[in-house]
């Protein structure tokens, strides 16, 4: 199943990218809010592996108050299904969070003592997380605070945890991965991830779906996107839906209630149509309805303001069937739209002259809009750690048969970039000088440039041959989808016609993006794994996988000077590359059989593609990017906080006027939400 949502495709720039109580903090971040309104920051605290951002809505002041009004009633529908993306990523993740958070305001012990402060990190990775597994790397954070003093903090508050939850968060061996994807393991017996009942296999699973799937549909629905599969009375599986009257119908109610809230505010009919059948879809959860509303959604290209909201993307199941709820609302960045508007004006041409086989080209690429845009809320699986492009819908013969949207999210690539301005990533890891003025020189607009074509064009290319089921390609269908739309976005950045529509400014700009792709594919990108383990995250397989194929291919080449290679200067090892244009031709070969394998749902070139380049890690190299890292003193994963919406209302309960704050720490904005947007039980069984 295509997967479409990218976290940054360069990680290298996403580097360049005591007691007080809840009043406490909420009042604090009021004064601070003034402070920091005259002087934005776009870094804010670390903890952990994390450093977390803000980000700016550009331009929020010149909309109109029903604009804005709009948008306020959005976010609140984004905020509402906070405790939904919780839930679904383990069974144990609400009752954690409620407990640690309890901790967290009332602990009357030493509020400066280490525990308390392990206990603090503890609870804003989970916060960061949506629970108690890495975000990215999927494994279960081990606490720096003993058992011991949990029971005892939890005695003297008064607090009963069930004792089934200990385990989960002491003892390693229990739900140890969130997503586990190993080659072999049962996939569902061996993920904590909470879209399947405890002690359903993944063979019974993917019999259930099989069985379901209607052979022959040309326009089949997503099945088992909007459900958790659990076992009936009579130990037959059936799907628990998650709609108003269903399962997590609690918080959905509250998110109806607000995109209601939000109709009348629309600027546009057919915004307001959109709205009303995502509704429909929410009361009904007809994955027909969902269908509908996509295609609806991706028509209405003219709205300014735009949202997403609603179970989306499926990377945290293994079998990539069940969709994460996640929400953000937008608007258009009208001047830099200029740009994705001449790419998607020209997306024939690039389909028709792209390296691919023609049998598997689109004929006639239909309906790609895109757009960047100023990200206003980032909510479920979106909020902290956020995608900067996204590419929707996901279903296939919605996108074959109507296109897709896709957007940029400028405020969120800007805010990486001037956070990681003077980071010293460059100078310990890119080879010369030279490499380094063409980053400088052409890095930023390179990077914008990659993720347009990746998600405008990369995504929406290609065909399935008519006879290839969407699925066949299970666990690897994600990363495979990923290195096709990078492999697009590269070959396509080194192309005369970039400079022709006045995209890059000559034929030099794209090498800034060949370097750092390689560099951060083949070696920078490890220091976001742990020593031993394997790479696991879809987008973190694609990149190694065209790196390290791309290099492997290059060296056996019979030519005196390999286009590319790792070389190693006083005990470091860098990327070199020698020859851009064979490169280039290397991208477009792998393009093409990575085409060929997803038209054909070649399943066991997939797997050995990804197996053979993806997955494991030199242990030597591993250790040695590790250590030049550390000595940077960084943090490898960021996220944001948002900014704080304030409406003004006159005596009739009328919105008069919204406004925005940005101080709110990321502590104080995760206890607000817990308080203001907690709509589930703590057990939803
Ligand atoms: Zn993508």
């Given amino acids: 199943m295509p997967l479409r949502v990218c976290s940054n495709p360069h990680f290298y720039h996403l580097m360049k990218r005591k007691l007080l109580t809840m009043a406490l903090t909420l009042s604090a971040f009021a004064t601070a809010a003034e402070a920091i309104a005259d002087d934005f920051k776009y870094t804010d605290e670390r903890f952990a592996d994390i450093q977390m951002l803000r980000y700016k809505v550009e331009g929020f002041e010149r909309l109109t108050l029903r604009q804005?009004?709009?948008?306020?009633?959005?976010?609140?529908?984004?905020?509402?299904?906070?405790?939904?993306?919780?839930?679904?990523?383990?069974?144990?993740?609400?009752?954690?969070?409620?407990m640690l958070e309890t901790v967290y305001?009332?602990?009357?012990?030493?509020?400066?003592?280490?525990?308390?402060?392990?206990?603090?990190?503890?609870?804003?990775?989970?916060?960061?997380?949506?629970?108690?597994?890495?975000?990215?790397?999927?494994e279960k954070f081990h606490p720096d605070f003993s058992e011991a003093w949990l029971r005892k903090t939890l005695a003297d508050l008064n607090y009963t945890l069930d004792e089934e939850i200990y385990p989960v968060i002491f003892?390693?061996?229990?739900?140890?991965?969130?997503v586990n994807q190993r080659d072999g393991d049962d996939l569902i017996l061996t993920s904590a991830c909470n879209y399947y009942a405890p002690g359903i296999t993944q063979a019974e699973a993917e019999d259930f779906y099989t069985r379901r799937k209607a052979p022959g549909d040309p326009r089949p629905v997503m099945t088992g996107l909007n459900s958790r599969l659990v076992r009936g009375r009579f130990g037959f599986l059936e799907e628990n839906v998650w709609r108003v009257g269903g399962l997590y119908g609690s918080a959905i109610e509250r998110i109806v209630e607000h995109?209601?809230?939000?109709?009348?505010?629309?600027?546009?009919?057919?915004?307001k149509a959109v709205i009303r059948k995502l509704v429909e879809y929410y009361r009904t959860g007809d994955l027909r309805t969902f269908d509908h509303y996509s295609i609806l959604w991706l028509k209405d290209t003219e709205s300014?303001?735009?949202?997403?909201?609603?179970?989306?993307?499926?990377y945290g199941d293994p079998l990539g069937l069940k969709a994460s709820w996640e929400s953000i609302v937008n608007f258009k960045d009208l001047a830099a739209t200029e740009r994705t508007l001449k790419l998607s004006e020209n997306a024939q041409w690039f389909e028709d002259n792209s390296p691919v086989d023609s049998i598997f080209k689109k004929p006639e690429v239909k309906g790609i809009s895109a757009k960047v845009i100023?990200?206003?809320?980032?909510?479920?699986?979106?909020?902290?750690?956020?995608?900067?492009?996204?590419?929707?819908?996901?279903?296939?013969?919605?996108?074959r048969d109507f296109g897709s949207k896709s957007v940029t999210i400028a405020n969120l690539t800007s805010a990486y970039a001037k956070a990681a301005h003077g980071s010293g990533m460059d100078e310990e890891f890119v080879i010369d000088d030279d490499t380094r003025k063409l980053i400088a020189d052409y890095g930023d607009i390179c990077d914008d440039l990659h993720t347009d074509l990746h998600e405008c064009l990369g995504h929406g290319s290609g065909r399935l041959l008519p006879e290839t089921d969407p699925d066949s390609l299970r666990s690897y269908g994600s990363t495979i989808e990923e290195a096709r739309a990078d492999l697009f976005a590269l070959y396509?950045?080194?192309?005369?016609?970039?400079?022709?529509?006045?995209?890059?400014?000559?034929?030099?700009?794209?090498?800034?993006?060949?370097?750092?792709?390689?560099?951060?594919?083949?070696?920078?990108?490890?220091?976001?794994?742990?020593?031993?383990?394997?790479?696991e995250e879809a987008h973190m397989r694609n990149r190694a996988l065209i790196a390290r194929w791309v290099l492997e291919q290059a060296k056996s080449k019979k030519t005196s000077q390999p286009a590319a290679e790792l070389v190693t200067q006083a005990g470091k090892t860098y990327v070199r590359i020698n020859d851009y244009a064979e490169l280039r031709y290397l991208f477009g070969t792998l393009l093409r059989e990575i085409q060929r394998i997803k038209s054909e749902g070649d399943y066991a070139a997939a797997r050995s593609l990804v197996e053979d380049y993806a997955v494991k890690i030199d242990a030597d190299l591993h250790r040695e990017i590790l250590e030049r890292y550390r000595r940077l003193d960084l943090s490898p994963y960021k996220g944001f906080i948002n900014p704080v919406y304030h409406a003004r209302r006159d005596a009739q309960g009328n919105i008069v006027d919204v406004s925005i704050t940005y101080g709110e720490a990321f502590d104080a904005q995760n206890l607000r939400y817990s308080r203001d947007y907690h709509f589930l039980p703590l057990i939803n069984d």
């Fill in 374 to 399: 100023t990200a206003a809320i980032l909510a479920g699986d979106l909020y902290p750690a956020t995608a900067i492009g996204i590419n929707l819908p996901n279903s296939d013969w919605v996108r």
């Fill in 68 to 98: 804005k009004t709009f948008i306020y009633h959005l976010s609140e529908a984004a905020l509402a299904g906070r405790d939904i993306f919780f839930d679904q990523n383990g069974r144990y993740n609400l009752r954690i969070r409620h």
């Fill in 259 to 271: 995109l209601e809230a939000a109709i009348p505010f629309a600027d546009r009919e057919e915004q």
């Fill in 171 to 178: 003892d390693p061996a229990v739900m140890p991965m969130r």
């Fill in 492 to 535: 396509y950045l080194a192309d005369p016609k970039l400079v022709e529509l006045g995209l890059t400014p000559n034929l030099e700009a794209h090498k800034a993006s060949y370097y750092t792709y390689l560099q951060n594919g083949a070696l920078t990108q490890l220091v976001r794994i742990k020593p031993g383990a394997d790479i």
């Fill in 304 to 314: 300014l303001i735009d949202f997403v909201n609603g179970f989306t993307e499926s």
């Fill in 105 to 138: 305001t009332d602990y009357r012990g030493d509020r400066n003592g280490k525990d308390f402060a392990a206990l603090a990190t503890y609870l804003k990775r989970v916060w960061f997380s949506g629970g108690i597994h890495h975000h990215y790397g999927c």
